[in-house]
């Protein structure tokens, strides 16, 4: 029988690969410890695409890429004519603090996640540390690394 991962890894060859957008230690750096090496690639329900997850040393187990879970980093790119619609649903479902420096369509979610609009891509990011609140603090330096990558 396959696992999940192996499952999620023949999912991703026929949508984009969210993990081509960060690294081990982008990811390591944003949350302020080691993490996985390379990416699990997960379901995205909120964004409509594949989520890529580093989990740190004090993520609970079993660890799943499909939720969100502490202790984790998730990073997720839609490509596309999709983009627009998926950066306004998830909008219209939190209450949203419009963030500048990301241009026109920037917002933090008030829990754990900056979501940005560019272009064609709409770019969610979470940083959920094992101890303590999520600081937008954490997701801004990592928008900051994979966004002259878009």
């Known amino acids: 029988m396959a ?20 690294t081990q230690a ?17 379901n995205a329900t909120v964004e409509g695409g594949l ?18 879970q502490p202790d ?15 950066f306004t649903d998830y909008e219209s479902k939190v209450i949203p603090d419009p963030i500048g420096g990301y241009g026109r369509l920037a917002f933090y979610d008030g829990n754990a996640s900056l979501n940005i609009l560019k272009g064609n891509c709409y770019l969610r990011i979470a940083v959920t540390p094992a101890a303590g609140p999520p600081s937008l603090t954490d997701e801004e330096h990592l928008a900051k690394v994979i966004l002259p990558k878009l």
Not at 26 to 42: C, H, N, P, Q, R
Not at 52 to 64: D, I, K, L, M
């Open 26 to 42: 982008e990811a390591a750096s944003a949350l302020g410890e080691t993490v996985t090496k390379g990416g699990v690639l997960g």
């Open 3 to 22: 696992s999940a991962s192996t499952t999620t890894a023949a999912v991703s060859t026929a949508k984009f690969n969210s993990c081509s957008l960060v």
């Open 72 to 86: 984790s980093v998730r990073v997720v790119e839609v490509k596309g004519a999709n983009a627009l619609r998926w």
């Open 51 to 68: 989520a890529c997850v580093f989990y740190g040393p004090y993520a609970p187990f079993p660890t799943t890429p499909n939720v969100a």
